[in-house]
């Protein structure tokens, strides 16, 4: 009797629980948050952090991505109860969660008793425990361990209306070296290429005596080795990482509602992997966003946001974001006052829905007690927490208006990371950086253009009148066509200094550059040369200099028309062509074969846009210092939001008022203190 009427009780709660979840609001369309380690701290110091939570206007935490010997302190025992008091004791504040499987930390017992989980390091020794990722990405027995873990998350949180979507792992970084990822290796090169004559030929292995009689010879290079084989190997890496995360991403969507999302949280520019591979199972794309030593630099942070948001084509989320300081740079330092609002602002205006800040509260111990937080280590607020409160505050007027809203750009910029990983193997001048490269070109057109895609070659392009590709030094048969039926549909493509010089399989296209499409461009590149000293040119984008790099071009049609020319330097460039640019139908195709400085990049940029008819949406110029971001919604309604990320006072003059989100009324003329933010609306 005592038994059925305990079993009725609870069943009466469970009813009255689930009843209550029922009611339960959607989240604001743009979100606030904060990493929170609940399992770090008494539970009866929960409520005071979740009160200050609520004061400073978040609504969102992650939670449990490092909490798997709380979560399995044993094999098979699991301890779920606290993480769904946690997550209640966070709804009831209205503030939601994202759960994170805790795979990238797994306890001693597991790495104890299963020691082959440990990964293996470039040296042969094996990782150890005591950090985090010390996991082999490929072994089916940490796969299976991980795997029953998130499946016992999901079974217990699928259903739960405060979780609002899941982060698988962690960070996704450490390769493995061991014999099982070799012979994994050597199974997935047999797969992709059938037989070792395809292999052989196609990596052209009778240099050096390369060729392979075996599938079990092929062993696994980094940094120097064959081409194919280097960039074979990091697309493995990239394909182990998804088969990875999908392991848990599978059992999660069968056990979890439709409108939980899936991401992992990335690393902006850093390329262990190919993200694109990675994300196309996500259902959103997220990064962690940090400054490091120093201060916000716009143009590159900007650029990861734009090529983060590029993985999916749609909005993002900053999943991590500094509160002023880190602990891991050379030199700590804080951003100034009013960065982080500011900066907060700039991910809005890029394309996030999402800032959440890493992390809540500084750990007593462990690797990163130095880390900036927002509350300190005896639980009370630090200083910047009341500017966190007041963007919290903002985003809060400002979601009913963003809803539903995105950055839409004229002008799209390709990014590769096979080209990437290329042109790092062999720069051929030790200073030449493939990202900086893009950026020298995404600063002066996002400057002019107010917006900017970053996105893969093989990413749908009818909707740009601009595309640019500098570095795409790694491209198929099958992109090169892309790019040519884009330019043949009307477009205008820009390709950068060493587009297009390899195939797919890293080997030199015999045409020489830019490959496939020397024919579409009526010209080539005779000869390429790495610099000591910078090369004088001149032409339609002024006086100026290549830097580290030149290319002679020749024009080989009398419709290819000749932009810039070299001076007087190595006696070979002396005088010929640095770009060159060819009109087809109604579209265009031009090759940079120079690295131009900023002054010499901005003209370049003001032509590009002017020959693709692209305009600032709006009709005004960026006033300096002040970034410009327009993110659009249903029915013509355009957001405007406004930084100064200047030292300096500015006014910014629209072109018709507009309604100021922030403050209330019509403006006309906007004033911006250092690291001030303006949002307005125009419907």
Do not use: C
Not at 31 to 55: C, F, H, I, N, V
Not at 116 to 134: P, Y
Not at 172 to 193: M, P, T, V
Not at 524 to 532: D, G, P
């Amino acid at each position: 009797m005592k038994r059925f009427l305990l079993a009725f009780l609870v069943a009466l709660f469970l009813l009255d629980l689930a009843q209550s979840q029922t009611n339960v609001p959607a989240p604001p369309p743009i979100l606030l948050g904060t990493a929170w380690y609940p399992e770090q701290w008494p539970e009866s110091r929960w409520d005071a952090d979740l009160d200050l939570m609520q004061k400073a206007g978040i609504h969102m935490v992650r939670v449990g991505e490092f909490a798997w010997v709380r979560m399995e302190p044993s094999e098979g025992t699991y301890d779920l109860d606290w993480l769904d008091h946690a997550i209640t004791a966070a709804g009831k504040r209205g503030i939601y969660t994202v759960l994170g499987t805790p795979s990238a930390a797994p306890p001693a017992w597991l790495t104890q008793k299963y020691p082959e989980t440990l990964r293996t390091k470039e040296d042969g020794r094996k990782d150890q425990h005591g950090n985090r990722q010390q996991f082999d990405f490929a072994n089916a027995t940490y796969r299976e361990l991980a795997r029953k873990i998130a499946e016992q998350m999901a079974k217990r949180f699928g259903h739960n209306p405060y979780v609002i979507g899941w982060q698988i792992d962690n960070e996704y970084a450490n390769q493995s070296f061991g014999d099982d990822d070799r012979k994994q290796f050597q199974d997935w090169l047999r797969d992709h290429y059938k037989t070792l004559d395809n292999l052989n030929n196609r990596w052209t292995t009778q240099y050096w005596s390369e060729a392979y009689t075996d599938w079990s010879q092929i062993p696994i290079q980094i940094n120097y080795g064959n081409p194919g084989l280097l960039l074979n190997w990091m697309r493995f890496v990239s394909d182990t990482w998804r088969s990875y995360q999908k392991n848990q991403l599978d059992v999660i969507r069968a056990n979890s509602d439709p409108r939980q999302f899936i991401t992992t949280n990335m690393m902006g520019w850093f390329d262990g992997f190919d993200h694109y591979t990675v994300a196309q199972d996500l259902d959103l794309a997220a990064w962690d966003d940090y400054v490091g030593q120093g201060h916000l630099d716009v143009v590159r942070n900007g650029a990861t946001h734009d090529l983060t948001r590029g993985f999916k084509r749609k909005n993002f989320w900053v999943m991590e974001t500094q509160p002023g300081s880190v602990n891991w740079a050379h030199i700590n330092n804080a951003l100034d006052k009013g960065e982080v609002r500011a900066m907060a602002w700039h991910d809005i205006g890029h394309g996030a829905d999402t800032v959440s800040y890493w992390q809540w509260r500084s750990a007593l111990n462990g690797q990163e007690q130095y880390h900036g937080t927002l509350v300190g280590p005896d639980g009370t607020p630090v200083p910047l927490y009341d500017e966190v409160a007041q963007v919290g505050q903002e985003f809060a007027k400002a979601a009913p208006v963003l809803a539903g809203t995105s950055p839409k750009s004229q002008v799209a910029i390709l990014h590769s990371y096979d080209s990437r990983w290329a042109i790092n193997w062999q720069k051929h001048n030790g200073d030449y950086d493939p990202v900086s490269e893009l950026l020298s070109y995404y600063g002066p057109l996002r400057q002019l253009a107010q917006s900017v895609d970053i996105v893969s070659p093989t990413a749908p392009l009818d909707d740009y009148k601009l595309v640019v590709a500098p570095g795409l030094n790694v491209a198929s048969e099958e992109i090169a066509k892309h790019l040519a039926d884009y330019v043949q549909n009307g477009g205008h493509l820009v390709l950068g200094q060493r587009s297009l010089m390899k195939d797919e399989d890293n080997t030199l296209w015999p045409q020489r550059q830019p490959g496939p499409l020397v024919d579409l461009l009526g010209g080539r590149v005779e000869q390429y040369y790495a610099l000591t000293e910078p090369v004088p040119l001149s032409g339609n984008w002024g006086e100026s200099t290549s830097q580290q790099w030149a290319e002679l071009l020749s024009a080989k049609s009398p419709e290819t028309q000749v932009l810039m020319k070299y001076g007087k330097s190595n006696g070979w460039l002396d005088g010929q062509a640095a770009a060159i640019t060819r009109r087809v139908g109604k579209g265009a195709i031009t090759y940079i074969g120079a690295w131009l400085d900023p002054k010499a990049m901005s003209a370049a940029a003001k032509w590009m846009l002017q020959e693709s008819n692209v305009a600032p949406p709006l009709g005004w110029s960026q006033p300096e210092g002040v970034e410009i971001s327009l993110r659009y919604g249903k029915n013509s309604k355009v957001v405007v939001i406004l930084v100064n990320h200047s030292q300096s006072p500015q006014n910014v003059k629209l072109l018709s008022p507009m309604t100021d989100v922030l403050n209330g009324g019509q403006k006309l003329v906007v004033p911006l203190e250092p690291y001030g933010v303006g949002v307005f609306v125009q419907e």
